[in-house]
């Protein structure tokens, strides 16, 4: 029952938002045939493709691709749209509160103009928030800098790079070639450590075996790791924890590894993983059990709330992904009511946490407040 039922929402909760998209871009600015049709047979066609991209989505890439940027893109300036004109709603409702209470006569005729400028307003401030939102996802990632000072390197000793790349997902609209540039900056920046946390993949490894080929060539002196997020276990995450072995990434699943220049990097299962039964499920114990707790350890958990049982168990550095950092702005503040960091550095108790933005993106092809990055990280001694 808990598909029918999510179908009956998602048709009756698409078509109530374009109703009242169409009534106040279309009806209510009195628009001349056949501009109206055609501005309701816009949103029709718009709303439709909402509905071919959640039954494509589960479709062969080369068919979901195109149909997924009409329906991804849409999605997000749907998203803009209704926060400007739910907005000019409020400012009508003020002028009319206005004219009310300085008992303005009605006239319709200004009612009528002043609703088509706040119409169109709206449609322009919409778009331009979702044009930039765009630019931002598409652009090239950055490489953001971020030192971490750790008490436990001794002072002096020589820095550790560790590059951090997080929710990349690899999927119908971010492929191969995005993976190949990926994977050349990262060599280019000549890390010690590389660092996958999460969420690298929103498909099947048949399927995107292709575009997540050149992970393979990724060069790290002390090795590439990488971590299960939610994504992997929506895409099958045996198949790709097996795919990713293969490649020479090393999937660390609840254990710890030592590294020769004197860090341990420990990895666990994403938080949500328990559910997908198996042997899958986060065991912060059994990852930092035998070790020696004079190294430092550097710990790769995809969601940040993994955070307080790191700080439990001595982990030096914890590093997570998974918030996007908001991805579209205002969700960085609803991302808060399931994380307890966002994105940036943290300090918990004695416990170092960087959270990633994010390398990709997710579903609409728009960032809007919080650019992807490639995170550089260099640990240094405390006062180093």
Same mark, same amino acid.
């Given at each position: ?187 280019? /920046?000549?890390?010690?450590?590389? !660092? #996958?946390? %999460?969420?690298?993949?929103? @498909?099947?490894?048949?399927? $995107?075996?292709? &575009? ?87 710990? /790769?958990?995809?969601?940040?709330? !993994? #955070?307080? %049982?790191?700080?439990?168990? @001595?982990?030096?550095?914890? $590093?997570?992904? &998974? ?62």
């Amino acid at each position: 029952m808990r598909y029918p039922v999510f179908l009956a929402v998602f048709v009756a909760l698409v078509g109530l938002v374009h109703y009242y998209l169409w009534m106040r871009l279309v009806r209510d600015t009195a628009i001349p045939h056949p501009w109206s049709i055609a501005g309701g047979a816009l949103l029709s066609f718009l709303g439709v493709s909402l509905f071919a991209s959640a039954l494509a989505i589960r479709g062969p890439r080369a068919v979901a691709a195109p149909i997924l940027w009409v329906g991804y893109t849409w999605l997000g300036l749907v998203f803009f749209l209704l926060l400007t004109v739910a907005g000019a709603d409020l400012l009508k409702l003020g002028v009319r509160a206005y004219e009310a209470l300085r008992a303005v006569p009605v006239d319709e005729e200004r009612r009528l103009t002043l609703g088509r400028i706040f119409a169109a307003g709206s449609v322009v401030a919409g778009v331009s928030a979702g044009g930039a939102g765009m630019a931002s996802a598409l652009s090239r990632v950055e490489v953001k800098k971020v030192k971490v000072e750790l008490a436990a390197l001794a002072r002096g000793a020589a820095p550790l790079k560790i590059v951090q790349i997080s929710d990349v997902h690899i999927g119908p609209t971010i492929g191969r070639d995005f993976i190949a540039d990926l994977v050349a900056r990262i060599n280019a /920046l000549e890390p010690d450590v590389v !660092a #996958i946390t %999460g969420d690298l993949v929103d @498909g099947s490894v048949e399927d $995107l075996a292709e &575009h997540a080929a050149p992970l393979g060539h990724i060069k790290a002196k002390h090795g590439v790791f990488f971590v299960t997020g939610n994504h992997e276990y929506y895409s099958g995450a045996d198949a790709w924890i097996a795919h990713l072995t293969k490649l020479g990434i090393r999937v660390l699943r609840n254990e710890h590894v030592q590294l020769g220049c004197g860090v341990d990097v420990a990895g666990v299962d994403d938080w949500s993983a328990k559910q997908f039964g198996g042997d899958h499920g986060p065991d912060i114990e059994r990852a930092t059990r035998g070790r020696d707790a004079s190294r430092p350890l550097v710990l /790769l958990a995809h969601q940040p709330r !993994a #955070i307080v %049982g790191a700080a439990a168990h @001595g982990v030096a550095l914890q $590093l997570s992904g &998974h918030t996007h950092g908001g991805q579209i702005f205002p969700f960085n503040f609803l991302v808060r009511l399931q994380q307890p960091y966002i994105a940036g550095l943290y300090d918990h108790e004695k416990t170092k946490l960087y959270v990633s933005r994010g390398t990709g993106y997710w579903g609409p092809p728009m960032r809007l407040g919080a650019p992807a990055e490639i995170t550089e990280i260099e640990l240094v001694g405390a006062g180093g």
